[in-house]
């Protein structure tokens, strides 16, 4: 049973900065791709970054490049990001997770999701 608790959501100012966690259990960890995606109210979950199992490839959404940065250790089994100058349109729910390259990329092809953490950028 694969299972991903995710961490560090809160309410910032614009301009701010937050970093994620997301802790993994019930699967090969360091053998997958991991990932983080977020969905606005009323919006479709969208892709945000995913880092490679050796954590020396990674992605990013054009929205968030440059802003955001995915990282991962593998002996803890979690995935990070750090989300720095912080916009209103970041503002949504924060979900990780733990699939191929390609499905983390297409968020409605993932199977395995954490429950999510809020994020909540005030102008």
């Known amino acids: 049973q694969v299972q991903l608790i995710e961490s560090g959501g809160g309410l910032v100012q614009a301009g701010g900065s937050l970093r994620l966690s997301c802790a993994a259990s019930g699967v090969t960890y360091s053998h997958y791709p991991m990932g983080w995606s977020r969905q606005a109210p009323g919006k479709e979950r969208e892709f945000v970054s995913v880092?490679?199992?050796?954590?020396?490839?990674?992605s990013y959404a054009e929205s968030v490049r440059g802003r955001f940065t995915i990282s991962r250790d593998n002996a803890k089994n979690t995935v990070y990001l750090q989300m720095n100058n912080l916009k209103p349109e970041d503002t949504a729910v924060y979900y990780c997770?733990?699939?191929?390259?390609?499905?983390?990329?297409?968020?409605?092809?993932?199977?395995?999701w954490g429950q999510g953490t809020q994020v909540t950028v005030s102008s």
């Open positions: 880092i490679s199992w050796s954590g020396d490839v990674t």
């Open positions: 997770a733990v699939d191929t390259w390609t499905n983390i990329k297409t968020p409605s092809t993932v199977k395995y």
